[in-house]
C-alpha cells in the first residue's frame, strides 16, 4: 500500500513537473514564446497613420538588431496644424504644415519593447499667416528623442504610442509688418503602427 502510495505521487509530481515546463514554451497570440523583445534581427515597415486622415501620409522602415534599430522615414502633414505643439509658439497667427520631409531614428531597446531613441529630420514646413492665407516654406534641422513602446497583436504586427522632443535653432520669416518665429522646441504625442518582417529569434 504504501509502494503504490509512494508511486502515485511520483507520478503526480512528474506529471506537474512536465505541464509546468510545458506552460513555459507555450505560445499564445497575446504571450508568444520567444517573446518580441527577444528578436535577434528583423525588418520593420510602419506609419504615422493620423497623417493621412489629414491629407498627407508617412511611411518608415526600420531594421532591427537585437536591442538597436535604425529606421528611415518619409512625412508629409497635408492639412495638420504643428504650431500647437511648439514651445511659446505662434499659433494664434499662424499655422505651421509639414511638407514632404526625410528623417533618420536610431533608437534601443531600454526594457521589453520600451524604445527610447534619437532622431534627425529634415523638415520642409509651410508656414500660413491666418489673417492673408500668405504661404512661406522655411527649412529646419530638427533633432530630438523619442520614448514609445511596441504593444503587439500576434507575432508580426504592433502599435507604437509614445512621445517626441523636437529641437531647433532660431529661424524666422516676415510677413509684411508681421513676423514668423519658428519654436525651439516641440513637444507632441504620436501614434505609429507597423508589421514586423522576417524576423529571427
Known amino acids: 500500500m504504501k509502494n503504490k502510495a509512494l508511486l502515485l505521487a511520483v507520478f503526480v509530481v512528474l506529471t506537474q513537473s512536465l505541464f509546468a515546463q510545458t506552460d513555459t514554451t507555450q505560445s499564445t497570440f497575446w504571450h508568444p514564446n520567444p517573446p518580441h523583445y527577444a528578436v535577434k534581427q528583423a525588418f520593420e515597415w510602419e506609419s504615422l497613420f493620423p497623417m493621412f486622415f489629414t491629407g498627407g501620409y508617412h511611411f518608415a522602415a526600420g531594421y532591427r538588431y537585437e536591442k538597436f534599430r535604425v529606421r528611415f522615414s518619409v512625412i508629409n ?16 497667427e499662424f499655422k505651421r504644415y509639414y511638407k514632404t ?3 533618420i531614428f536610431l533608437g534601443y531597446n531600454v526594457w521589453k519593447n520600451l524604445e527610447l531613441y534619437g532622431f534627425v529630420e529634415l523638415h520642409t514646413f509651410s508656414i500660413e499667416q491666418k489673417s492673408t492665407g500668405i504661404k512661406q516654406d522655411l527649412e529646419s534641422t530638427d533633432y530630438g528623442a523619442g520614448l514609445s513602446y511596441q504593444f503587439f497583436f500576434g507575432r508580426r504586427f504592433y502599435v507604437q504610442p509614445g512621445i517626441h522632443l523636437y529641437l531647433r535653432s532660431d529661424k524666422s520669416l516676415d510677413f509684411g509688418e508681421a513676423r514668423y518665429d519658428i519654436p525651439n522646441a516641440d513637444i507632441a504625442p504620436v501614434i505609429r503602427v507597423g508589421y514586423r518582417l522576417c524576423a529571427k529569434y
Not at 77 to 92: F, M
Open 77 to 92: 502633414g497635408g492639412d495638420y496644424d504643428a504650431e500647437p505643439a511648439g514651445v511659446n509658439n505662434s499659433s494664434d
Open 101 to 103: 520631409s526625410p528623417g
